[in-house]
């Protein structure tokens, strides 16, 4: 449920950000002194001068969008040179992400899995909702920076919380329905958008799923792993005791021993992995590989709205092609002939070879061949192929460092994915 919520988030300036058609009275404001002399320009040109030049009341006057839908565009009327704040607010929830993703580790280390968990998650419901709510642009661009801390560091926290409920064997399958559900989210966020037109409404709906997944991590247990760590050793067993019970397996008596402790302990930072040789050399593969996952994710992903035909469809779309990666990469990755490696190589080929196609294909409908193999099918196979290697590079490079960078790694390699 987490990552359907954190789906909506990352791809809501989509169609909260849309930019609905306009007219302006172009013939009357040319008889206006302040425009006699720019006559000449092409209407784009015109509109930016004229846009510079007037208040407020004259854009709200002489400038009217299409009433079948709001967006934060037609809200605030961020035409003109004002277009980029668009795009801003998105970098703002992306630069959040970032700072979330690289602090919350930290902070889970030292309070505990659930307790930052928790806490993030009840502030990143305030600021989503709030985010529907804001007066003027500038809350909204604040909001969704605040957002992105939240969720990037929520993310973070619940996957190693999730991995830590359950044993190494069971990580490429958990790593896999966490990518499957963030495919379902965006589903689900287009078909709602579908039928509610007002931004704020959208957002709001969009986030009430923020609400409902609060109320149910109440109920989550801290992290066994963690209390161990920590020496807590009768609340780790009370964990692993209730877990058993959940499980159906009842008769099972847990005890466990004091951890060793150990001398001159030193903490683990993300500067360990660039210490040594053989992690050196792991760091600077992955962090390529995180690189081009989350640039060639993204941009097909936040590119549905610039797509030709419904930008519903197209969103939705670009979710359903993600669904089948995450049984494909599941089955092959435990395959033993094929492996994390060569089907995380397998993926970026294919995902490569299909964007570097789009370039080439007409823009126009073509007929025979150019029927089916159009910039929309090549652009949800690429994105099916970057989705099951961004499922892989997910599990694969938490899989590859020791336990005691591990989170570090994890931390870092989420700030990377901005």
Not at 98 to 112: E, H, P, R
Not at 130 to 143: E, G, K, M, W
Not at 235 to 243: D, N, P
């Amino acid at each position: 449920l987490l990552q359907l919520y954190v789906a909506a988030e990352a791809v809501l300036l989509t169609l909260v950000g849309l930019s609905p058609a306009f007219q302006w009275d172009l013939q009357g404001l040319l008889a206006n002194s302040s425009l006699a002399n720019v006559s000449s320009m092409e209407e784009g040109q015109v509109l930016k001068h004229w846009l510079h030049e007037a208040n407020q009341s004259e854009i709200h006057r002489h400038l009217q969008f299409s009433n079948r839908y709001s967006s934060v565009i037609s809200e605030w009327y961020l035409v003109g040179d004002a277009e980029y704040e668009v795009s801003m607010a998105n970098s703002l929830y992306f630069g959040g992400v970032l700072i979330g993703a690289v602090t919350f580790g930290q902070l889970s280390d030292i309070y505990g899995r659930k307790k930052i968990y928790l806490i993030g998650l009840a502030f990143d419901t305030v600021f989503a909702v709030a985010t529907a709510l804001v007066p003027t642009y500038q809350l909204f661009a604040v909001s969704r920076f605040l957002v992105g801390i939240m969720n990037g560091g929520c993310s973070l926290v619940a996957f190693v919380l999730l991995n830590e409920y359950v044993g190494t064997s069971y990580w490429s399958l958990t790593g896999t329905l966490g990518s499957f559900s963030f495919g379902v989210g965006i589903i689900v966020y287009a078909a709602i958008g579908y039928f509610i037109q007002s931004w704020r409404w959208l957002a709001f709906v969009a986030n009430v799923l923020a609400v409902l997944v609060f109320f149910l991590s109440l109920f989550i247990p801290e992290s066994p792993r963690w209390l161990y760590s920590r020496s807590r050793i009768s609340e780790a067993e009370k964990v692993l005791s209730l877990i058993s019970r959940r499980n159906k397996n009842s008769k099972s008596l847990i005890s466990l021993s004091a951890p060793p402790i150990a001398k001159n302990r030193q903490k683990a930072s993300s500067l360990d992995l660039f210490r040594h040789r053989v992690l050196l050399k792991r760091s600077l593969v992955m962090m390529y590989a995180w690189f081009v996952c989350s640039l060639v994710y993204y941009g097909l992903t936040l590119n549905a709205g610039n797509m030709d035909g419904n930008v519903y469809v197209n969103l939705g779309l670009s979710g359903v092609a993600e669904l089948p990666s995450s049984p494909i990469s599941f089955y092959l990755i435990n395959r033993k002939w094929c492996g994390r490696r060569r089907s995380l190589s397998g993926f970026f080929f294919l995902g490569g070879i299909a964007c570097v196609v789009i370039a080439c294909v007409p823009e126009k409908q073509g007929t025979g061949l150019f029927a089916i193999v159009n910039k929309m099918t090549l652009s949800l196979l690429g994105k099916m192929a970057i989705s099951a290697a961004f499922s892989i590079v997910y599990i694969y490079s938490s899989e590859l460092y020791p336990t005691v960078v591990r989170y570090c790694e994890s931390g870092f390699y989420n700030a990377l994915y901005i």
